[in-house]
């Protein structure tokens, strides 16, 4: 059973209620009190789901730089590697003079 005596403009008089209305609206305010708790739950899921995207697109963010460094560190270590075979090839020669 609802109660609509009890709202926050007009309370409702425990004394003049009986036992049975007095646990009809101790239920309704439990209800309405986990109706605002699930609401609440629900609100910090979502936000909680909103970080871990936000953290997920800069951790590919952070891994798509990563990769490219990487590739330019590569990119360099050949082109260093090409460069010392080179100087070594250069040695080689001006030994043999």
Known sequence: ???TADTPVNLADLSKMTEQER????IQIR???LRSVKIY???SL???EAR???LEGQLLKA???FNKDLLRVDKAMTSLENRAVKLRSIELEVEQL
């Open 63 to 65: 891994l798509e730089m």
């Open 23 to 26: 646990n009809d609206l101790l």
């Open 52 to 54: 871990k995207e936000q």
């Open 1 to 3: 059973m609802i109660s």
């Open 46 to 48: 979502m936000k909680n």
């Open 41 to 43: 739950e629900e609100l």
């Open 31 to 33: 209800e309405r009190r």
